[in-house]
């Protein structure tokens, strides 16, 4: 870790931290970029921007169990098929189900095709978020 790094690990969580426009976080008592090795003598540890951390933090992981448990589609998920997939699919087949089936009573309906593209995005934008969560090992 560089200096600048590190100096920012304390600097960004003190009481004596200031903001410059063209040097960033600086300390307030030395208006200048601090300059220490290990630990800052002067470091006054600011609570509210801890606290503000702990709560990000927790509504991260919070939001990620919700999207898990959004995700699960009774029990499909174990074979990689979340809502955005099963949702898509049933889309389609409902569509397609409607056109033909208004075909065979000679009737053109106009929604089955609105019906088909939303589903088939739907589908894709479904298979697109599991490749994704693949990727990044959430599953």
């Known amino acids: 870790m560089n200096n600048r790094a590190h100096t ?17 976080i600086i300390c307030g008592l030395i208006n200048d970029i601090p300059n220490f090795q290990n630990t800052c003598p002067s470091y006054n540890e600011d609570h509210t921007v801890l606290q503000n951390k702990k709560e ?5 992981l919070q939001s990620q169990q ?3 448990s959004i995700e699960k589609s009774f029990g ?3 074979y990689g098929i979340s809502n955005g997939i099963l949702g898509g699919v049933i889309m389609i087949m409902i569509a397609l189900i ?3 089936g208004g075909q065979y009573f000679g009737v053109v309906y106009f929604y089955p095709p609105i019906l088909f593209i939303s589903g088939a995005y739907i589908l894709f934008k479904g ?13």
Not at 8 to 24: V, Y
Not at 56 to 60: F, G, P, R, T, Y
């Open 56 to 60: 990000i933090e927790h509504k991260v």
């Open 127 to 139: 298979i697109q978020r599991r490749n994704l969560r693949k990727q990044k090992n959430i599953l």
């Open 76 to 78: 499909l998920h174990e």
């Open 98 to 100: 409607w056109f033909f």
């Open 8 to 24: 920012l690990s304390f600097c960004s969580q003190c009481t004596n931290r200031k903001f410059d426009f063209k040097k960033g």
């Open 66 to 68: 919700e999207l898990n």
